[in-house]
């Protein structure tokens, strides 16, 4: 069974940075696309970023391009968010997630195109 586990959430006041991580245990997460997703109190999940098992293709949803980085360590296997410049309306619970196949360049917006989930971190940025 494929467990994902994140790390790094945490406070920190607007225009400062924090850098998440999920590990992935139970199958490399190499060879598998990866995704970030959010929820604030009250809304819905949301998609944040998206990675392809290849590394190539990048996908950001238009409120985080230019801010958020999603990336790759091959050695670590692990997916990264490097988060800048966060702002107050970045708040959330950030989950991480994993599906179990896809092309070489495939990289999924959607929840219901991924498989595994990790339990969440939360983000609070402060005004």
């Known amino acids: 069974q494929v467990q994902l586990v994140e790390s790094g959430g945490g406070l920190v006041q607007a225009g400062g940075s924090l850098r ?19 929820q604030a109190p009250g809304k819905e999940r949301e998609f944040v970023a998206a990675i392809s098992w290849s590394g190539t293709t990048t996908v950001y949803t238009p409120s985080v391009k230019g801010r958020f980085t999603v990336s790759r360590d091959y050695a670590k296997n692990t997916v990264d968010l490097q988060m800048n410049s966060l702002k107050p309306e970045d708040t959330a619970n950030y989950y991480c997630a994993a599906r179990a196949s896809g092309a070489y360049l495939y990289a999924g917006r959607s929840r219901d195109e991924y498989d595994y989930w990790g339990q969440g971190t939360q983000v609070t940025v402060s005004s």
């Open 20 to 38: 998440l991580s999920c590990a992935a245990s139970g199958r490399t997460f190499n060879t598998m696309p990866g995704g970030w997703f959010r």
